[in-house]
Nanobody
Framework: QVLLVQSGGGLVQAGGSLRLSCAASRNIFSMNRMGWYRQAPGKQREVVAT???????FYADSVKGRFTISRDISKNTVYLQMNSLKPEDTAVYYC?????????WGQGTQVTVSS
């Protein structure tokens, strides 16, 4: 069982920055993969960025060069630094952990980017 607690998010103007945090109840180094997903109104949930236990990262094309996923193993926390935000980044963002072949999700946090 993995509990993920998210923090961060909110309202920001286009071009601004936000950082999301995801604190896990277990050692994140034991996770196969952790990441961030988002879901905009009327759209399917999509992957934003992921990081494997080995530290390999993946980014959706839409966020490459603007978003950075990172982790602090000592705090069991994964971060998503979002820079140069655009209105199309507006969505509910979810933290995800894949552990022992099961997916776990955070509670979600709203990110709204105004134009």
């Amino acid at each position: 069982q993995v509990l993920l607690v998210q923090s961060g998010g909110g309202l920001v103007q286009a071009g601004g920055s936000l950082r999301l945090s995801c604190a896990a109840s277990r050692n994140i180094f034991s996770m196969n993969r952790m990441g961030w997903y988002r879901q905009a109104p009327g759209k399917q949930r999509e992957v934003v960025a992921t990081i494997t236990s080995g530290g390999n990262t993946f980014y959706a094309d839409s966020v490459k060069g603007r978003f950075t996923i990172s982790r602090d193993i000592s705090k069991n926390t994964v971060y998503l630094q979002m820079n140069s935000l655009k209105p199309e980044d507006t969505a509910v963002y979810y933290c995800n952990a894949n552990f022992e072949q099961r997916d776990y999700w955070g509670q979600g946090t709203q990110v709204t980017v105004s134009s």
